[in-house]
């Protein structure tokens, strides 16, 4: 299983970007998948996640209400919609994904895409 994780750049604060996560591999539908995101000196913190089962999601308290994760079985894409953002936005996103797993925690996952950068000017 890879992960490709695109659609980062800079945006001014309340502006909007929306992330990208490619999987390759068999089997996309089973994996639950989540979003995390590294600022720098900072530790890797999770954003969102989506099941594999019914596509129930989950959310940091710091981006619920700004942010929506969402996943295309047919694509085998997960995608993470982001408006109103903040410049404490600002960090490195990475995808990870899980077969049959899914939670916040990053020992959860298995595969880890490269990530993407976002920068969130004031």
């Known amino acids: 299983v890879q992960l490709q994780a695109s659609g980062g750049g800079l945006v001014q604060a309340g502006g909007s970007l929306r992330l990208s996560c490619v999987v390759s591999?068999?089997?996309?539908?089973?994996?639950?998948i989540a979003w995390f995101r590294q600022a720098p000196g900072k530790d890797r913190e999770f954003v969102a996640g989506?099941?594999?089962?019914?596509?129930?999601?989950s959310y940091a308290d710091s981006v619920k209400g700004r942010f929506t994760i969402s996943r295309d079985n047919w694509r085998k894409t997960v995608y993470l919609q982001m408006n109103s953002l903040k410049p404490e936005d600002t960090a490195v996103y990475h995808c990870?994904?899980?077969?049959?797993?899914?939670?916040?925690?990053?020992?959860?996952?298995?595969?880890w895409g490269q990530g993407t950068l976002v920068t969130v000017s004031s």
């Open positions: 990870a994904a899980d077969q049959y797993g899914n939670g916040k925690s990053v020992d959860v996952y298995d595969y």
């Open positions: 591999g068999r089997n996309f539908s089973r994996y639950g």
């Open positions: 989506i099941s594999w089962r019914l596509s129930s999601t």
